[in-house]
């Protein structure tokens, strides 16, 4: 990795240590370490990263087609074999818009997502974003993220946002879940998929242990005071 890329994960694996600095939880020396190492991480340079990660990884599968002829077909006379074909990855925003989360802290969410977008080359497409406190309140499909009108205000469960996430077509490979960590979350996330979760955290609580499942990408995202 470059060296931008390799200071993210240096910053970013600080952190981690302070959080969980705890006497007897992680070596000495490692800690000394992290105390040295600046742990102020830019959760917009983190969440980019693992978009793009996600986005690499759709984009390195292959799949076979019939509308496309195998190019070895020639040499199979009445024989028709399919092609291959690389799937265009597909990123889907799930916005929790329970009674926790303040209207500013969403759309400010959302606008800095549009732009982590533009920047991994996935500007002008139509993104789907799916608004979900305890269910599902609406799917809408915009081309920019932040143009979204956000409904909902009860509890919350992001694992159903994630199952209307996975049920969407074409299915996607990346999830950017937008949340204040303070949801029931299923066992396991769905299958194929690459999900971020973003965590949207007041000002006093930063620092500490990000709240998101053990399965998910998850990054802490300052709350505006």
């Known amino acids: 990795m470059d060296g931008a890329a ?21 070596p000495a020396g490692l800690l000394r370490w992290a105390e040295k190492e600046p742990p102020t991480v830019d959760w917009r340079q983190v969440l980019a990263a693992e978009i793009r990660r996600g986005i690499r990884r759709a984009a390195g599968s292959a799949d076979f087609t019939f509308a496309r002829r195998s190019r070895r077909a020639a040499a ?15 990123v889907v925003v799930v916005v929790d818009t329970s009674a926790s989360m303040g209207p500013g802290d969403l759309s400010g969410a959302l606008a800095e997502v549009d732009g982590i977008l ?6 002008g497409r139509t993104i789907p ?15 920019r993220a932040a143009d979204v009108e956000l409904v909902g205000g009860g509890g919350t469960d ?6 209307a996430a996975a049920a969407l077509w074409p299915r996607p490979q ?3 879940v937008l949340t204040d960590g303070e949801s029931p979350w299923p066992d396991r996330p769905p299958r194929g998929i690459s999900v971020v979760v973003g965590v949207i955290e007041p000002p006093g609580r ?15 995202i300052g709350r505006p005071r």
């Open 118 to 123: 533009a920047r991994v080359g996935l500007a």
């Open 76 to 90: 199979l006379a009445g024989v028709v074999l399919p092609g291959m074909y690389r799937p265009s990855p597909e």
């Open 174 to 176: 990346v999830v950017v």
């Open 158 to 163: 992001m694992g159903a946002g994630l199952s």
């Open 129 to 143: 974003v799916v608004a979900c406190d305890v269910e599902v309140g609406a799917v809408t499909r915009v081309t």
């Open 206 to 220: 930063m620092g500490g242990p990000v709240r998101g499942p053990a399965w998910a990408r998850t990054v802490a």
């Open 6 to 26: 390799a200071d993210l994960v240096r910053r970013t694996v600080a952190r981690d240590v302070l959080a969980a600095g705890q006497a007897g939880t992680v």
